[in-house]
């Protein structure tokens, strides 16, 4: 997970310390609701760049750009008051997310619907979404490929 969050910090240029934070949550809170804690990751990537304190034209907040007034009830089962704060904005937006994914049959429809864009016949969040995990995850590979060299003894490419 650090090495997730070293690559993020970087791309994103944000502080590491923050988001190694981040990476904790996504990964805690995809495990608590059984989603993928890469696409959590990069929702907050497309939607804030990691933000935590973005805010849209329409009233989205935080991370994963959360509409408060819409989702009151979620965030009270939670017992969350401010969506400013990370973890409570990566747990109400991943459980968002997870029903989006669940009413859509799947995770581009699933994408499409959290971002109010079920009609978009390209699904253009959907690609932009996949297309950030697809990063991270060859950004992991690479990072696993770089460790196993240098246990058996490779010299680091620089």
Do not use: W
């Not at 609701?33 to 959590?40: A, N, Q, S, T, V």
């Not at 408060?68 to 409570?88: D, N, T, Y």
């Not at 959907?126 to 490929?145: D, F, H, T």
């Amino acid at each position: 997970m650090r090495q997730v969050a070293d690559y993020l910090a970087r791309r994103y240029r944000v502080a590491s310390d923050v988001l190694d934070g981040l990476v904790d949550a996504a990964y805690l809170t995809g495990h608590q609701l059984g989603l993928d804690p890469l696409l959590i990751l990069s929702v907050i990537a497309v939607e804030s760049r990691f933000n935590s304190i973005a805010q849209s034209e329409y009233g989205a907040k935080g991370l994963m750009q959360v509409i408060p007034e819409q989702h009151q009830a979620r965030m009270k089962s939670f017992g969350i008051v401010s969506v400013l704060e990370p973890g409570s904005n990566i747990l109400v937006g991943s459980s968002i997310l997870r029903d989006c994914i669940r009413r859509a049959g799947g995770v581009r429809g699933g994408l499409q619907l959290y971002a109010g864009a079920y009609g978009d016949p390209d699904a253009s969040y959907a690609q932009k979404v996949m297309a950030e995990r697809a990063r991270i995850e060859n950004a992991m590979r690479q990072i696993r490929q770089q460790a196993a060299a240098l246990a058996r003894g490779a010299t680091p490419a620089i």
